[in-house]
């Protein structure tokens, strides 16, 4: 179970993929979030399916000792028409999984679906979607943003995970959720619809 009463927190998200893997830390505090590091690890060029994987595991490895993650977040199983693609990323998200359990790292999943509602509002969004909302919510500057979207996938799975912490707000008025809040601030951000227009209207309130 999500601990709620920790303010501080620094999540590992992990997009698994055999050829590139996504990774992002996000350190959140209250409302605060900072993007320690994020990207796509290249394996790639290394030859053998095994070989990467070990690649994989001793660089998230490397990840924990340098920022001692409070938790893992990764994406759970998908379903693809490839069985042979499927089993290859389930061995890629066992392969983060017991480089988080070996540091004694706490692990939760999220469905891709589930990611991408908490993000957009939309489950069945497009991955340049949750990206672009990514850089919307975090002021990522266009020249960080990765060319890999594995990067912005994890980044996502973080922030998603971030979200399930509570979303603190400063509820003036005593208003206890985003919806009212928002309301009671007249705030609206056109074009977006369920949590992601909340979150744009908590933001604006900050800036």
Known sequence: MIDKNRKEHIILGVDPGTLFMGYALLHTLGQQVEILEFGA?????????????????????????KYHPSCLAIETQFVDKNPQTMIKIVHAQGVAIA????????????????????ITGNGHSSKEQVAGMLQRFLHIPDEQMPKKLDATDALGIAYCHYLQLGMPVNTEGGAKDWT????????????????????????KQRK
């Open 41 to 65: 690890y290249d394996v790639h060029k290394t030859e053998g399916q095994y070989p990467r994987l070990q690649k994989e595991f001793f660089f998230l490895q490397d990840l924990i000792d």
């Open 180 to 203: 009212t809040y928002a309301k009671r601030k007249g705030l609206t951000d056109k074009g977006l619809t369920g949590p992601a227009a909340q979150l744009a209207a908590a933001l």
């Open 99 to 118: 480089a988080a359990l070996s540091k004694d790292v706490p692990i939760y999943e999220y469905s891709p679906m589930k990611i991408k509602m908490a």
